[in-house]
């Protein structure tokens, strides 16, 4: 039994190809099945290989770069303010140790961003297209 503040579970949905005969079931479509998960680097052209890279070896479907952005922080205990780039890929809940690893491998920062945030609702059909892309 769930609350007003709980989500109802979703089961199993099989895939748009339902209508077709081809159904292909694919992850609960409750929170947390899909994510975006967000890093950044310090030039466009890295953003970009981190992008690509992800995208090539299917741990996200999508990547998207925006930037420069400001990142204000502390780092040895000094105060710092640096141009980045942000990189948010699309994923499953599936994928995602395989994306961190492959991040945090590709990355050249000694302790990058990677935060993945839940999607709690999406367009079915684009979250159908996030899980058929990011089938190893």
Known sequence: MTTADEPTPTPVRAS????????R?????GPGAWLTVLTTTDAAEKAGLL???????RLAACAQINGP???VYHWDGVLERSA?????????RDRYP??????????????????????????AAYLDWVTRETRP
């Open 16 to 23: 748009a190809d339902e209508a077709t005969g081809n159904a």
């Open 51 to 57: 992008a690509d890279g992800a995208v090539e070896h």
């Open 25 to 29: 079931p694919h992850a609960p479509a």
């Open 98 to 123: 395989a994306l961190e690893s492959w991040l945090t491998e590709a990355h050249d920062y000694d302790n990058p961003e990677i935060i993945a945030t839940p999607v709690v609702h999406g367009s």
């Open 84 to 92: 980045e780039w942000q990189v948010l890929f699309k994923t499953s």
């Open 69 to 71: 952005v400001t990142s």
